[in-house]
């Protein structure tokens, strides 16, 4: 059982950064951020193989957000950049160490954290 414990949300103006964190009882191979805005579908965000440092990101925050690890934290981040008012959601940690199939697909992840919410305002 891996807990994942997200931090690092808040509310931001458009054009702004935030980083969040997430701690991880334990390193998975494959860990991602996902979010979910209401009434839409839980999207990936970024990816990272642990194992390798292999990086993944949706198109929508390319250039902008940067995913990271540090393995002697245990610790996950993602550097946002540029937040626009369509980054407003509740973003995920999720971890999983079988890697089972396309990184941006939520249940492909067993483990979660609860979220933490991420605001951006004109």
């Known amino acids: 059982q891996v807990q994942l414990v997200e931090s690092g949300g808040g509310s931001v103006q458009a054009g702004g950064s935030l980083r969040l964190s997430c701690a991880a009882s334990?390193?998975?191979?494959?860990m991602a951020w996902f979010r979910q805005a209401p009434g839409k579908e839980r999207e990936g965000v970024a990816f990272v193989y642990t194992g390798g440092g292999s990086t993944f990101y949706a198109d929508s925050v390319k250039g902008r957000f940067t995913i990271s690890q540090d393995n002697a934290k245990n610790t996950l981040y993602l550097q946002m950049n540029s937040l626009k008012l369509e980054d407003t959601a509740m973003y995920y940690c999720a971890a999983d160490g079988l890697c089972r199939g396309r990184w941006y697909l939520w249940n492909n992840y067993r483990y979660w954290g609860q979220g933490t919410q991420v605001t951006v305002s004109s």
């Open positions: 334990a390193v998975s191979k494959c």
